[in-house]
């Protein structure tokens, strides 16, 4: 038996995957704790881990993030990305390591497994020297010297226009990174590290391992990502499915329908953006049912009247829905996006902050769905990229392709070969 320590940021699409890593690290004999948020101690239990909680980190709640980090209200677009960055990932990362240094000195692990979001894990491993390998929760934002730069929603340029743009776009990243460099100093010499270090981007990343979900389909087919990048499909949890008993009452409506869900996951969860205007793009389809999800646990309802052709929870179980759908309307969280195609469902996003975009253009891309270019589209565009999903064969059989390759990158098992192999 081996120990090994998981580091995650305390957002549900981050816990969520690697759930299933450390799921399949007990089923292997391991000893697993799991360094995140207090509001996921039952996630982690479930799968046989044991929770190691933020104490001197501040913790915070994923679904009003700006209470904590106040410099957060009213922003999005390129300004909360940054300013995310900045607070959540780059100024907890010496609070984080003082958690780590704690744990750390109770007991020793053998391996640490984290995101590739907050930048605390890498300076941990670098102080330390402790193996470090990285399970990539979001679509993999690596720098390449082909396409445009990730993380802008761009496709690959074909011709020699859009492919001069490309190279514009991937010279100009130094400079679209060099807000995160004085921040990431900070932590360094607050850790008693030297200042000089890569970019942000670049720093968060393992050089020893990077387990990837998703498949190169989804990554636009680059070739040269580095030879310790593996793509390892969708990384299912195996906590427990949530019980028959604890569905909605108008379940059982779902049977014989055409089902259309739609979420916008659990940040940047306000209703207006995409929700509303899918019930009313949709709210004369009598042949269809419309699903939707808040995003927040007991919130069963929406600030608005709906269509007689709508119902809504706050959560529901993949494993349950999503064999009955037929089409997911989404804002484009990643995890929720492999777990649609995984079961060969094609998308409508419409992903307007964060990773968004770069998960839309990638599911685009491969043929799976439809790009909207805005998270905050109108009833007309999303009827539109509905009729045209359910009319053109080409998106189901792009997705079902989709989940083949999936499905063959072998998910947690393969990630976690993966990782035993930094073992000592």
């Known amino acids: 038996m081996a120990r090994f320590l998981i580091s995650v940021m305390p957002f549900?699409?981050?816990?969520?995957?690697?759930?299933?890593?450390?799921?399949?690290?007990?089923?292997?004999?391991?000893?697993?704790?799991?360094?995140?948020g207090s509001a996921f101690r039952g996630r982690i239990e479930a799968v046989g881990g044991t929770l190691v909680p933020w104490r001197a980190a501040p913790e915070f709640d994923e679904n009003n993030v700006s209470a904590t980090f106040p410099r957060l209200?009213?922003?999005?677009?390129?300004?909360?990305?940054?300013?995310?960055?900045?607070?959540?990932?780059?100024?907890t990362a010496p609070k984080q390591n003082e958690d780590l240094d704690v744990e750390w000195a109770r007991q020793p692990w053998d391996v640490m497994v984290s995101d590739e979001a907050s930048i605390a894990p890498a300076l941990f491993a670098e102080r330390t020297g402790c193996p470090w390998a990285n399970v990539a929760v979001l679509p993999l934002n690596l720098r390449s010297a082909q396409g445009p730069p990730t993380g802008i929603g761009l496709q690959p340029g074909r011709n020699p226009l859009t492919k001069a743009r490309d190279a514009l776009l991937r010279a100009a990243v130094p400079l679209g990174s060099?807000?995160?460099?004085?921040?990431?100093?900070?932590?360094?010499?607050?850790?008693?590290l030297p200042k000089a270090t890569p970019a942000y981007d670049e720093a968060v990343f393992s050089r020893q391992l990077i387990i990837a979900s998703g498949i190169p389909a989804l990554d636009h087919h680059r070739t040269d990502r580095p030879a310790w990048v593996h793509y390892v499909g969708e990384l299912t949890s195996a906590a427990k499915v949530q019980p028959l008993a604890e569905l909605p009452p108008w379940w059982a409506e779902l049977h014989g329908r055409v089902i259309v869900h739609v979420?916008?996951?659990?940040?940047?969860?306000?209703?207006?953006?995409?929700?509303?205007?899918?019930?009313?793009?949709?709210?004369?389809?009598?042949?269809?049912?419309?699903?939707?999800?808040?995003?927040?646990?007991?919130?069963?309802?929406?600030?608005?009247?709906?269509p007689a052709n709508t119902r809504v929870a706050g959560f529901l179980p993949y494993a349950e829905l999503l064999p009955r759908v037929d089409t997911v309307i989404s804002n484009g969280g990643w995890g929720g996006v492999l777990a649609v195609l995984a079961r060969g469902i094609p998308l409508v996003i419409g992903g307007g902050d964060l990773d968004k975009p770069e998960v839309a253009a990638r599911v685009a891309g491969a043929g799976a769905g439809i790009n909207l270019r805005t998270g905050t589209p109108k009833p007309k565009a999303i009827a539109a990229a509905f009729d045209r999903v359910r009319t053109d064969a080409s998106f189901r059989a792009s997705a079902r392709r989709v989940a083949a390759e999936l499905a063959a990158a072998g998910g947690a098992p393969r990630a976690v070969e993966l990782i035993e192999t930094l073992l000592p």
């Not at 969520?16 to 799991?34: K, Y």
């Not at 009213?74 to 995310?84: H, R």
């Open 12 to 36: 549900t699409g981050h816990v969520a995957p690697l759930s299933a890593v450390a799921a399949e690290l007990v089923r292997r004999g391991h000893d697993v704790r799991v360094y995140t």
């Open 73 to 91: 209200v009213g922003k999005k677009g390129l300004s909360q990305l940054l300013i995310n960055m900045e607070d959540l990932f780059i100024n």
């Open 178 to 192: 060099r807000p995160l460099r004085a921040p990431t100093e900070r932590a360094r010499v607050a850790l008693d």
């Open 263 to 306: 979420t916008q996951g659990t940040q940047n969860i306000d209703p207006e953006d995409l929700i509303r205007p899918t019930t009313e793009a949709l709210a004369d389809r009598d042949d269809v049912l419309v699903v939707v999800t808040t995003g927040v646990h007991g919130r069963d309802r929406l600030p608005f009247p709906v």
